[in-house]
């Protein structure tokens, strides 16, 4: 079946120091999407990618879809305190039936800020 | 605006005690779904649904089972807590057009079984 690997599984970076998590997925994928959980909360949507090589920012927060729509990832320049938690990513292929419901999520990357 | 909303937020079981966890959602979405989470393991699919009367197994199904009579409601249903099955269970709902839109998940069960 489909499989999302994400690395690294922690990252711990002093404050003002950036941060990249990385999404490889073993088949095509049709989107991607990436969600934040903050610790003892639930994962929260912060963006979705589409189409190959698509490059969205948010703020401090950039995100890139792989040319072949197999990777991603999610880059945060000079990090602050509010961006501790753990940073999902969630892919789906567009396998045919009646599987058309499953995201598959990576397993996450800790995300750890030292003031 | 409530969203979605699970109960209970805690609950420990015996082994082999059986039990539902609550999932509502007031946002008029097709789709719901059920997750766990454990420890270097991400979110696992259990079940989902794409609309009243219709569920289809995730990733991880055996232990658990559901059902969608209204399109408000989701429960999971555990028949028979084993040890194993100690987790954060997150119940999520998006609407139509699943893979396009953004899940919006509750505030999650923690649940743990003796």
């Known amino acids: 079946g489909q499989q999302v690997m994400q690395i690294p599984q922690y990252q711990h970076v002093q404050e003002g120091e950036d941060f990249t998590t990385y999404c490889n997925s073993s088949t095509t994928l049709s989107n991607i999407q990436w969600y934040k959980q903050r610790p003892g909360g639930h994962p929260v949507f912060l963006i979705q990618?589409?189409?190959?090589?698509e490059v969205k920012k948010q703020k401090r927060l950039t995100f890139q879809f792989g040319e072949a729509k197999k990777n991603s990832s999610l880059h945060i320049t000079a990090t602050q305190t509010t961006d501790v938690g753990t940073y999902f990513c969630?892919?789906?292929?567009?396998?045919?039936?009646?599987?058309?419901?499953?995201?598959?999520f990576g397993q996450g990357t800790i995300l750890t800020v030292h003031p | 605006n409530a969203g979605v909303t699970q109960t209970p937020k805690f609950q420990v079981l015996k082994t082999g005690q059986s039990m539902t966890l609550q999932c509502a959602q007031d946002m008029n979405h097709e789709y719901m779904s059920w997750y766990r989470q454990d420890p270097g393991m991400g979110l696992r699919l259990i079940h989902y649904?794409?609309?009243?009367?219709?569920?289809d197994q995730g990733e991880v199904p055996n232990g658990y089972n559901v059902s969608r009579s209204t399109t408000e409601d989701f429960p999971l249903r555990l028949l028979s807590a084993a040890p194993s099955q100690t987790s954060v269970y997150f119940c999520a709902s998006s609407a139509r057009g699943y893979s396009n839109q953004p899940q919006h998940f509750g505030d999650g069960t923690r649940l743990s079984i003796l």
């Open positions: 969630a892919g789906r292929t567009n396998a045919g039936g009646t599987s058309y419901g499953k995201l598959t």
């Open positions: 649904s794409v609309g009243a009367g219709i569920t």
């Open positions: 990618l589409v189409k190959s090589g």
